[in-house]
């Protein structure tokens, strides 16, 4: 991972445009290619971001980002004040506490209960960013992610967008419809997962322990 801070202005061209003025910041450039900016302040979520595949050339005082698509994020530098590489290894991944792992492992066994017709793909399905917990097809074939929580708040409903962005990419899957899934979900939650197009499941899981192995319930 490449770390540089540095004051600089930024441009995103594409389906829409972006502008953030001079400023210092810190640039991430990550092993799977894709290259983030934060400020220090606002928020953890990068101001803006190109995800992989993508590509970086650097010319003096300028970072061009590209991606198959066209879309361009133009980083004009003016002052350097860090830049380093760390090796961070392989990561383990995630691990889910016991109820997150175990609505997975029954889902994954049911997957009909979210659809007639549903069939499973996949659990921990890859991606650059990040595993997908279970990748379906439902009853026409249409490529669909489930995200599951044990509480449903608004940071799952970003991942399982940044996960859908990403697989949409992708021709072979595209298009790819989300489902967030968890115990309870917060309004909030529920209101941007509808907004992006995202349907909301919650699920009792002390009833899905109960259930015997052909009879399968979601509420």
Wanted: with cysteine; net charge negative.
């Amino acid at each position: 991972m490449r770390l540089v801070i540095a004051r600089c202005q930024v441009d995103y061209v594409g389906r829409l445009t972006a502008h953030l003025p001079m400023a210092m910041r810190l640039l991430m450039v990550k092993a799977d290619g894709s290259v983030l900016v934060h400020s220090d302040g606002g928020s953890y979520k990068p101001l803006n971001w190109m995800s992989p595949p993508c590509w970086l050339t650097e010319e003096e005082g300028l970072w061009t980002v590209q991606n198959k698509g066209g879309e361009k994020l133009i980083i004009t530098i003016e002052e350097v004040q860090h830049d380093s590489k760390h090796e961070l290894g392989i990561d383990p991944g995630l691990i889910k506490d016991g109820v997150e792992a175990h609505l997975q492992e029954l889902l994954a066994e049911h997957v009909t209960t979210l659809g007639e017709g549903w069939t499973l793909v996949r659990r921990e399905f890859p991606t650059a960013i990040g595993p997908v917990d279970l990748m379906c097809r439902d009853a026409e074939s249409v490529s669909v992610a489930v995200e599951i929580k044990r509480r449903g708040e608004i940071d799952g409903v970003e991942q399982l967008t940044r996960y859908l962005e990403l697989l949409n990419r992708d021709p072979l899957l595209a298009p790819v419809k989300g489902v967030f899934a968890a115990q309870q979900i917060k309004p909030q939650a529920r209101t941007l997962a509808e907004d992006r197009g995202i349907r909301c499941v919650v699920l009792d899981y002390d009833a899905l322990r109960g259930m015997e192995s052909d009879e399968f319930r979601l509420f």
